[in-house]
C-alpha cells in the first residue's frame, strides 16, 4: 500500500479514532503490566522539573510578561523596526522575543512571540514567521550540559552555539518569504501609542499567567519521562530504531536519533561512546535545533487557541536542525576539533536534574532581572529620546 492511500485512510474519522482507542488500550496495559517503570520514569520527570524547569523558566516568563504588558516591547520595537522589518519582515516589537528565545530557551521564545500576538504588536503572519525561529535552546544547557558534559570541551559546546544560533537567523531569513502582504503600518510621524497596563496588574498577572505555563510544561515533562520508560522497557525504541536501520541508518545512529527526535535530553545523552567525533556533533546539533517532540508539545499547548500555525513552527523546528547539522558538519571539517570520550556522561547529565533548587532558581532569577533592567534601561533612553523630538 502506498503512502497515499495510508493517509486517505488516516482522513476518516472512524479510523483516527479507532487508532485512538486502541493506542490508549496499549498505554493502560503498560502502565498495569510495567508500573514499577512508569512510577520511576514519573519520579525523573518530577525530579527536572523540581531542580531545572522551574527555577531555569519561571523567572523568564515572569520577564518576557512584563515586557509585553509595561510596553517595553513596543518601544524596544520603534528602535528595531529598522533591522527586523528589512530582515525578517517582522515588526521591531518582535526582537523581544528573538532575544528572549536565545537567553532563557525552549519555551520562553514562543510564549513571547504569543503574547505579541495577543497584544496585537505583530500580524498573524508576522507571529507565525517568528515562531519559525525564535524557539531555541539556552546557552546553559548547549555550553554546560552538551559542550563541557557530553564532549568534555567547552570548545564544541561554543561551536554548537555559534552554530545554533547562526542557524536560527538563517530560518528566520528562509521564512521572511512565508506569508502574503502585511497589515499596513501606521504613518511614521504619528506612531500608534502605546497601551500598557500598572505595574501591580502587570506584576501579579505575570506571575499567575507563568506559573500556569511552567506547570503546563512541568506536566509535558513529566509524561514524556513515563512514556520513555515505557517504551524502553518494552522495547519500542529499539524496535523503530532496526527499520530505520533497515532504511539504510547504523543501527547506533538509529538508536540515538529516535532517542532525540522524542525527547532532547535522552537525545543528547545517547551520544556517549566513541563513534566519529563528526558525527556525534553535527546528530547533537540536529537535535538542539529540532528541540524533540517533548518541547513541541508545550509550545502547541500555548498556540491550541491562538489560530496560529503549527506547521509553519514544526516546519521551521526542521529546518533549523537540518541546518545546524550542516553548518556544524561543514565547520568541523575545515577546523578539525577533538574532543575525549566523556566517561563522565551519564553523571554529568544526571546532574541537570540533581542542581539544587535554591541555587538555580536564584541564578534564573538574578539573570531574568539582568534581562528586564538592561530592556527598561534601553527603552527608558529611548522614550526620552524621542520626547526630545
Not at 504588558?69 to 520595537?77: I, Q
Not at 501591580?200 to 513515563?226: D, E, H, M, Y
Not at 533497515?246 to 529516535?258: D, I, M, N, P, S
Request: proline fraction near 3%; hydrophobic fraction near 55%; charged fraction near 10%.
Amino acid at each position: 500500500m502506498g503512502v497515499r492511500p495510508v493517509l486517505g485512510l488516516l482522513r476518516r474519522k472512524q479510523i483516527r479514532d479507532g487508532l485512538a482507542g486502541l493506542a490508549l488500550l496499549i498505554a493502560t496495559a503498560a502502565l498495569v503490566a510495567a508500573p514499577g517503570e512508569a512510577i520511576a520514569g514519573a519520579k525523573d520527570g518530577l525530579t527536572l522539573c523540581f531542580n531545572v524547569i522551574v527555577p531555569s523558566l519561571f523567572p523568564f516568563f515572569v520577564l518576557s510578561s512584563l515586557v509585553v504588558d509595561l510596553g517595553l516591547a513596543a518601544y524596544l520595537g520603534r528602535a528595531m523596526e529598522g533591522m527586523m522589518r528589512p530582515l525578517f519582515r517582522v515588526s521591531g516589537s518582535c526582537a523581544a522575543a528573538v532575544a528572549l528565545g536565545f537567553i532563557g530557551g525552549y519555551p520562553v521564545g514562543a510564549r513571547t512571540a504569543l503574547q505579541l500576538y495577543e497584544q496585537g504588536l505583530c500580524s498573524k503572519t508576522e507571529a507565525e514567521r517568528l515562531l519559525a525561529f525564535c524557539n531555541n535552546s539556552g546557552p546553559a544547557f548547549i555550553l554546560g550540559v552538551v559542550g563541557a558534559g557530553i564532549f568534555g570541551d567547552s570548545q564544541v559546546g561554543l561551536l554548537l552555539y555559534l552554530t545554533h544560533a547562526l542557524a536560527s537567523l538563517m530560518v528566520g531569513l528562509l521564512f521572511r518569504f512565508y506569508g502574503g502582504s502585511e497589515r499596513k503600518r501606521a504613518p511614521k510621524n504619528h506612531p500608534k501609542p502605546i497601551q500598557t497596563v500598572t505595574i501591580p496588574s502587570a506584576f501579579t498577572g505575570a506571575v499567575s499567567r507563568s506559573l500556569q505555563s511552567t506547570l503546563n510544561i512541568c506536566a509535558f515533562v513529566v509524561f514524556f519521562a513515563v512514556v520513555l520508560r515505557l517504551l524502553t522497557a518494552f522495547g519500542v525504541l529499539a524496535a523503530v530504531a532496526r527499520l530505520l536501520s533497515l532504511a539504510g541508518f547504523q543501527a547506533e545512529w538509529a538508536r540515538r536519533l529516535v532517542a532525540g527526535l522524542l525527547e532532547l535530553s535522552s537525545g543528547v545523552a545517547s551520544l556517549q561512546g566513541s563513534a566519529e567525533f563528526t558525527g556525534r556533533v553535527s546528530m547533537a546539533a540536529f537535535m538542539l535545533g529540532w528541540a524533540g517532540l517533548s518541547v513541541h508539545c508545550q509550545v502547541l499547548s500555548f498556540l491550541v487557541d491562538s489560530g496560529l500555525s503549527a506547521r509553519v513552527y514544526l516546519a521551521g523546528k526542521l529546518c533549523h536542525g537540518l541546518i545546524a547539522a550542516g553548518l556544524t558538519y561543514a565547520l568541523t571539517r575545515l577546523f578539525p576539533l577533538s574532543a575525549p570520550v566523556a566517561d563522565y556522561l551519564v553523571a554529568q547529565t544526571a546532574s541537570i536534574a540533581a542542581l539544587d533548587f535554591s541555587t538555580a532558581l536564584a541564578a534564573s532569577t538574578l539573570a531574568a532581572l539582568a534581562g528586564w533592567l538592561v530592556m527598561a534601561g534601553l527603552c527608558g533612553f529611548l522614550l526620552r529620546k524621542w520626547k526630545r523630538r
